[in-house]
């Protein structure tokens, strides 16, 4: 008689190992701490770079000088970084739970596409040029697409592979829309150009105002949904017995993902990759259970992303390349790597 073998995630029903359990917890202060060093990094490397002295004075003794002007400036680029970064990671591990994917990311999926594209529209069609008119834009952009997706990918008999080629076919065709508008309209050309990249350079204490409170909504609801979805991975019927509501489940995750991808999006443009590559590579480490994930996730996406960033000001000094463009770079052989290793172990 053959014996069905157990589940991949049990993360709820097996508590870890003390020791296991010890070293997940050295590790977040690990990675806590070269996230620290990251933001440092970003606030003294640039065109000019700065001593750590300078950054000290720049941070705790405004003294009106050249440098504390320069750490003002590249403290909301870091924390503007640190916000975004927590969000792609959380929405795309979120996302990869949910559709029991470890592939899938909002940009794969179109969300991103959603919010960029509806961006563009505003700036173009509707004449909007401030970050309180692109979020709400950006919001309702990347909900559409993400309902679209569902729909497309079979609503509640969706399927990894469904979900995974309805969005890149979306994205496809948003990304293209994107292109014809700016194309077309010379005007918004310059205005779009460098936010479709991807950029932290819009970084400033209102920009983060603005933004804050969806981001720490999206951050408290990704984090709060570990649990069930950690049920949900078991298999429906087994998440049932459980007590999971599946169908609650389903539609808050991906008001998260659309709600974290959403105000990242609007801040910062389209940042791909990075809700991809973080999950995946602290679920190689964490295991399966989302209650470090997540956590994980928020934590090592801002070092990609502030880290990514302080690259492009190194690469092209004086000037500087967006972190979309350094994070598409880093992410494509990644995302390769990522596809075959998944085909050899199927086969």
Not at 82 to 96: C, D, K, R, Y
Request: aromatic letters at 6%.
């Amino acid at each position: 008689m053959l014996v069905e073998s157990p589940p991949e995630q049990r993360a709820d029903d097996v508590p870890a190992p003390p020791r296991r359990r010890v070293a997940r917890s050295l590790g977040l202060l690990v990675s806590v701490a070269i996230l620290v060093f990251v933001m440092l990094a970003s606030l003294a490397i640039g065109a000019k770079d700065l001593s750590l002295d300078q950054v000290w004075h720049g941070l705790f003794e405004d003294t009106g000088s050249y440098s504390d002007v320069v750490v003002a400036d590249r403290l909301s680029r870091t924390v503007l970084g640190l916000l975004a970064g927590a969000a792609l990671g959380l929405s795309g591990a979120v996302l990869q739970a949910l559709t029991r994917n470890p592939l899938a990311d909002p940009g794969l999926l179109g969300i991103n596409a959603g919010a960029s594209a509806a961006v563009v529209t505003a700036i173009t069609f509707f004449g909007v040029t401030s970050l309180s008119g692109y979020v709400w834009f950006a919001f309702f952009g990347a909900a559409a697409v993400g309902a679209l997706v569902w729909f497309l990918g079979g609503s509640r008999g969706a399927t990894p592979v469904r979900l995974v080629l309805a969005g890149t076919a979306i994205s496809a065709a948003l990304y293209g829309y994107i292109q014809a508008v700016m194309i077309l309209d010379d005007a918004a050309l310059g205005r779009m150009r460098f936010w479709t990249v991807g950029s932290l350079s819009s970084g400033s204490a209102s920009t983060i105002e603005q933004v804050l409170p969806f981001l720490l909504v999206g951050c408290a609801l990704a984090l709060l949904l570990a649990r069930p979805l950690n049920a949900m991975a078991m298999g429906d019927d087994t998440a049932k017995a459980l007590g999971a509501d599946l169908n609650r489940t389903r539609a808050l995750s991906m008001l998260a993902a659309t709600v974290l991808c959403g105000a990242a999006t609007a801040a910062c443009g389209p940042i791909v990759f990075v809700g991809l590559m973080v999950p995946h590579v602290v679920r190689s480490f964490t295991g399966p259970d989302l209650r470090w994930i997540l956590p994980y996730a928020a934590i090592l996406s801002p070092v990609l992303l502030i880290g990514a960033d302080v690259i492009g000001r190194i690469v092209t000094r004086p000037a500087e390349l967006q972190v979309g463009i350094v994070t598409a770079i880093l992410g494509g052989p990644v995302f390769i790597l990522l596809v075959r290793r998944r085909r050899t172990a199927q086969l």
